[in-house]
C-alpha cells in the first residue's frame, strides 16, 4: 500500500496535480509531452472463481507522438502514476512492468496507441516442458512451482505456501498440457491467485485480505456510482475435493452450524493432476479449509471519482452507501485509468456455480478448467 500522504491525495479533485508516466529503457514518456493516456486491466477472478485464477495484467496507451529515438515493439516498459503535492514535490508509483505487442494495423503501427501485457503474459500459452528429476522420489508441489516460473521467466516471490510440501512422485503433466495450466494447478492446491508484484515483478500466490480492517474506506464522497451491493457471496462453509469418477475417494470438511443458518456454499475442487488419491486429498483439505472457511463478500461494482492507483488485487475494502450503512467486499478486478485524471471501476464479481477441471482429455475448453464452486446467493437487506 501507498503511503498516507499519497492515499489522501488520491482523494482530492485537484486534477492538474495527476501525473503518468511510460519509461522505456532511459527515455520517458510523461503528460507533460507526448502521453496522452493508459489503461490498466487487472484481475484475481477468472470464470466465476478466485482459487486457482491466472490472469495477465494488460495496459493499453495512446500517445500524441512518440519520439523518432523510442522503439517500443517488443520493448519493456514501465508504468508509474504520480502525484504533485502543494509544495510542488512529486511522488510516483509503479504499475507494473509490461511488454508491448506487435502491431496490427496502421494505427498502433506508428505507435500512436499500444497494448502491453505484463511479464505473466509472454510464455503463459506455452507448452509444458518438465525439467524435474522426479527419480529422488522427494518432490513436491513447491519444486513444481519453481519448474513453470522458470518456464515463465520469472522469480517466485517465495516458494513456501500452503502446501507446498505435497509430494508428487511423477511428472503430472505429460499430455501437452500448457503452462497456464500447471500454474492454475500450483495455485489451486495452493488456494491462492496468481498476481505479479508491480514493483519487484516477481510472480506470487496471493490471497483475499485476511484483516478484521478494511484496506481502504469509500464513503459516498469519493465514488460516482455502486452498482449491486445486495448479493451476500459466502460464507463459504463446505470444502470437497473430489475424483468425479470414485465418490468413495472423494474427501470434505464442512461447518454444520453454518449451514444450518446461511444454507450451503461450497467450493468444490475436482480432476487434480496432483490430488488424485483420498491420501493426497486429505493432506491438502485442512489448509484449504482454513483459508477459505467463513469467507464471504458483497456483490458490486463501483466507480470512483478518483482513481485508487494503490489498491491491490484482494485488498478488502468498505463502501458506505449511507452515512450509517456500509458493507465489505474485496478487490476482484481493477480497471485504472490515467487520462491527466485518475480513474479506477473496481468490480467484486460474485462467485458462480460451474465445474472447472484441469484434465485435458476431457477436451480443450474444459481443460482450462479447475474449480468448481457452488455458491448459494442471498439477499442483503
Known amino acids: 500500500m501507498a503511503n498516507t500522504n499519497f492515499i489522501n491525495e488520491c482523494k482530492k479533485r485537484a486534477n492538474k496535480n495527476r501525473l503518468g508516466k511510460i519509461i522505456v529503457g532511459s527515455n520517458e514518456i510523461t503528460n507533460s509531452d507526448n502521453l496522452q493516456s493508459f489503461d490498466i486491466d487487472s484481475g484475481c477472478y477468472v470464470d466465476g472463481n478466485i482459487i486457482g485464477s491466472v490472469y495477465a495484467k494488460c495496459l493499453k496507451g495512446q500517445f500524441i507522438a512518440v519520439p523518432d529515438d523510442v522503439d517500443l515493439i517488443d520493448k519493456n516498459i514501465d508504468a508509474q502514476i504520480g502525484v504533485r503535492y502543494s509544495d510542488t514535490t512529486t511522488e ?15 494505427i498502433t503501427a506508428n505507435m500512436s496507441q499500444i497494448t502491453a501485457y505484463d511479464s505473466l503474459y509472454t510464455n503463459l ?9 522426479y527419480s529422488a522420489k522427494n518432490k513436491t508441489v513447491s519444486d513444481l512451482y519453481i519448474d513453470v516460473c ?40 495452493a488456494s491462492s491467485f496468481i498476481d505479479i508484484d508491480n514493483k519487484t ?4 500466490l496471493c490471497w483475499l485480505s485476511q484483516s478484521e480492517e478494511p484496506d481502504y474506506i469509500f464513503h459516498m464522497n469519493d465514488y460516482a456510482n455502486v452498482e449491486g451491493g445486495k448479493i451476500v457471496c459466502g460464507p463459504i462453509n463446505s470444502l470437497i475435493i473430489k475424483n468425479s469418477q470414485i465418490d468413495d475417494e472423494n474427501v470434505s470438511i464442512k ?17 487434480d493432476y496432483v490430488l488424485y488419491n483420498a491420501e493426497l486429498r486429505q493432506q491438502a483439505i485442512n489448509a484449504i479449509w482454513n483459508r477459505v472457511n467463513g469467507m464471504t463478500y458483497v456483490d458490486c461494482k463501483l466507480t470512483t471519482y478518483y482513481g485508487k492507483p494503490f489498491l491491490k488485487l484482494g485488498d478488502k475494502i468498505r463502501i458506505y452507501t449511507s452515512e450509517t450503512n456500509c458493507f465489505d467486499t474485496y478487490v476482484l478486478k481493477h480497471q485504472f485509468t490515467y487520462d491527466g485524471s485518475f480513474t479506477s471501476v473496481i ?32 439477499q442483503g437487506e
Open 201 to 204: 515483478n516477481q510472480i506470487d
Open 347 to 378: 468490480s467484486s464479481p460474485s462467485l458462480t456455480e460451474q465445474e472447472i477441471r484441469t484434465k485435458q482429455d476431457i477436451g480443450l475448453q474444459e481443460a482450462l478448467r479447475n474449480t468448481q464452486v457452488k455458491v448459494d446467493k442471498q
Open 125 to 133: 500459452d506455452s507448452k509444458y516442458i518438465c525439467n524435474i528429476d
Open 150 to 189: 522458470n518456464q515463465l521467466g520469472l522469480i517466485p516471490a517465495t516458494t513456501t505456501f500452503i502446501n507446498s510440501t505435497i509430494p508428487i512422485k511423477d511428472n503430472p503433466f505429460t499430455n501437452g498440457e500448457k503452462n497456464r495450466t500447471v500454474l492454475q494447478t500450483v495455485a489451486k492446491i
Open 255 to 271: 461447518d454444520e452450524e453454518s449451514i444450518a443458518l446461511h444454507g450451503e456454499h461450497s467450493i468444490t475442487i475436482s480432476e
Open 92 to 106: 510516483y508509483i509503479n504499475m507494473g512492468k509490461y511488454i508491448v505487442e506487435r502491431p496490427k494495423d496502421e
